[in-house]
């Protein structure tokens, strides 16, 4: 047996109320009498029982879940608003030799969607131009002077990708001198669109497709479908002579869209990151070939890769550096273009990295003292002279992750401007309180959702926009709740295991949605433990019985309840992560990520 039945009892694994990160350990699910309708399932463990109930899938659908493909989710893109009319639009646009202009995003999504539409149009012979705007200097999304650009360029027709729902005065811009403009954007629209000639976004009210949960990689990805067949049907392949191409083949920028901009892998975008994962592993896309190998990313691809390996130097670009490097990256069919594009994004991603390390030390610094300060902080607000604003999300993030409350990181700049991003916890909606905090005029500008959210403000209304935050948030009874780690049972050592993990591989892909699955090692002891690399913990665990060594990870740690723990050797815990292949061992060498502890009682 490597599962332990009483990980389920009382509601709490190991009776973890509040670990060392401040988190109450739950078992992910509670009935585990429903674990008894995967016995008649041919080839399903308990262990993989658990993970299959965990996320919600039936006894029924198993054998589906396990081998997802395109033909049994893939919808007919006519059923999104629009979809005919922008196709059709598109179809006259390559029959009459229009200029064509894709405007995509600077993020991972917008560079994706940008190369697949770039890519399929080059490879059936008609050009288009790619304009990526830039982060700083003309922030997201189409402005009017970009598109009044476009209306001198004689550009016939824009298709924006990754943004455009809310450009009201740009696409009026374009509209008065001639250009029709199509989006393709999954962003939430306003109670009224623009006046473009199509707006294919399936958040619209007006819209039953059900693919709200698509990233604009994969909308980009439907359009293409829509686009492919309606050239076929007109003949278009035969005429020019022309290969239809193959669509599969640019799954792996789908994938990696629908990863990096963390949609739910469920239904369609679950079979559009497995399908991903496979066609990346032979790739034909020279930019992330070259990606991957200057990354030094081996192995049959994963997720992990997709958003922690390929994704942050896509972004790193847009980020720091020049916001067309992904899209020019992802679009290249020239190798020698591709690996200097590949190596430009790895050395920026460094410089990235090395920003990001000097500015979280700074704003962990201002964190500490707000909580010194006032102990009953519910949103926590830092900010600084210099820091860069392509990072402050990133930032914000692992603030977050540190001190399980909602977090602002604000740069300002010589100008007295800052601009910052924000991000949540449950229980508080921090988009919320921005729109509240813009209402009250103590913002330039600002807007998000529930978890994450941007700002732009004056240095001086720094002081009353934190205060304004802590006091709304306490009359809207907005209180951060517990903190909670969901795991799928507690497992005795020797399941971490090649097997093992192979067995529970086989309901991936893991990512938002589809969590990957978690465990916990009950009262486990640390006989080795040293600091790595940027506040990481390498250590063995000992198993008490057998005495049974156990090689284990844990990053960003050190400094914090859970690295001293593992440092201090001395008394037993509990420990809470989850199972991957060690790369620094090789072979069949698996290793535990401790990603929470507890003491053991």
Not at 1 to 25: P, T
Not at 159 to 171: E, K, N, S
Not at 249 to 257: E, G, R, T
Not at 455 to 480: K, Y
């Amino acid at each position: 047996m490597v599962i332990d039945e009483r990980s389920d009892q009382s509601h709490l694994v190991l009776n973890v109320e509040r670990s060392l990160s401040g988190r109450a350990w739950r078992p992910r699910i509670l009935d585990t009498s429903l674990l008894e309708r995967y016995a008649s399932v041919d080839g399903v463990s308990e262990l993989l029982a658990r993970v299959l109930a965990g996320r919600g899938v039936s006894p029924d659908d198993v054998a589906a879940y396990f081998q997802p493909t395109l033909k049994s989710g893939l919808a007919d893109p006519s059923l999104i608003t629009d979809m005919d009319a922008a196709v059709e639009r598109v179809c006259a646009a390559i029959e009459n030799s229009e200029k064509i202009l894709i405007f995509g995003d600077y993020d991972v999504d917008g560079a994706t969607s940008s190369a697949l539409l770039k890519r399929y149009l080059t490879e059936i012979g008609v050009e288009a131009s790619v304009y990526i705007p830039d982060r700083l200097t003309e922030g997201y999304g189409p402005s009017v002077p970009a598109f009044e650009k476009f209306v001198e360029d004689q550009i016939d027709l824009i298709i924006t990708l990754d943004c455009g729902t809310v450009a009201f005065d740009p696409i009026e811009a374009a509209a008065q001198g001639g250009i029709d403009v199509i989006v393709i954007d999954h962003h939430q629209p306003p109670a009224s669109l623009p006046k473009a000639f199509a707006i294919i976004n399936p958040h619209r009210t007006d819209d039953q497709s059900n693919a709200d949960n698509l990233s604009a990689g994969g909308l980009s990805f439907m359009f293409l479908v829509g686009l492919n067949r309606a050239l076929r049907t007109a003949g278009y392949f035969q005429k020019t002579g022309r290969t239809e191409p193959d669509l599969r083949k640019n799954l792996d920028l789908v994938a990696l869209s629908t990863v990096c901009d963390v949609m739910p892998l469920r239904g369609l975008n679950r079979i559009f990151v497995a399908q991903g994962l496979r066609m990346l592993a032979q790739t034909e896309n020279m930019g992330l070939s070259s990606l991957r190998r200057v990354a030094g990313a081996k192995g049959a691809p994963t997720t992990y890769d997709l958003g922690f390996i390929l994704g942050p130097r896509i972004n790193a670009g847009g980020r720091i550096g020049r916001s067309d490097l992904g899209s020019r990256l992802l679009s290249t069919r020239d190798p020698q273009e591709a690996e200097q594009l590949a190596w430009s994004l790895h050395e920026l991603n460094e410089q990235r990295r090395s920003m990001e390390r000097q500015v979280l030390e700074r704003a962990i610094e201002g964190a500490e003292r707000q909580l010194e300060e006032a102990p009953d902080t519910r949103i926590l607000v830092v900010s600084e002279t210099g820091w860069h604003p392509g990072i402050v999300g990133i930032v914000a993030s692992r603030i977050v992750e540190r001190f399980h409350l909602p977090a602002l990181v604000i740069g300002i700049d010589e100008a007295g401007v800052g601009k910052g991003s924000g991000r949540s916890v449950q229980n508080l909606d921090l988009g919320g309180l921005i729109a509240r905090a813009l209402e009250a005029g103590l913002l330039r500008a600002g807007g998000g959702h529930a978890m994450a959210v941007g700002v732009t403000i004056d240095e001086a209304q720094l002081q009353a926009f934190s205060h304004f935050l802590q006091e709304t948030a306490t009359d809207l009874q907005m209180e951060p709740g517990t903190p909670v780690l969901k795991l799928d049972g507690t497992v005795h050592p020797s399941a971490v295991s090649r097997g093992v993990y192979n067995d529970i591989q086989r309901a991936a892909p893991f990512g938002e949605g589809n969590p990957e699955p978690r465990f916990a090692l009950e009262a486990v002891t640390v006989s080795y433990a040293d600091q790595v690399g940027d506040g990481h913990i390498r250590c063995t665990l000992k198993e008490t019985s057998s005495g049974r060594g156990i090689p284990s990870i844990a990053f960003r740690v050190a400094g914090g309840p859970v690295g001293e723990a593992l440092l201090n050797r001395q008394l037993p815990i509990h420990v809470a992560g989850k199972m991957r292949p060690d790369a620094w061992r090789g072979g069949e060498a698996m290793q535990f990520q401790i990603e929470d502890a507890a003491l053991a009682e």
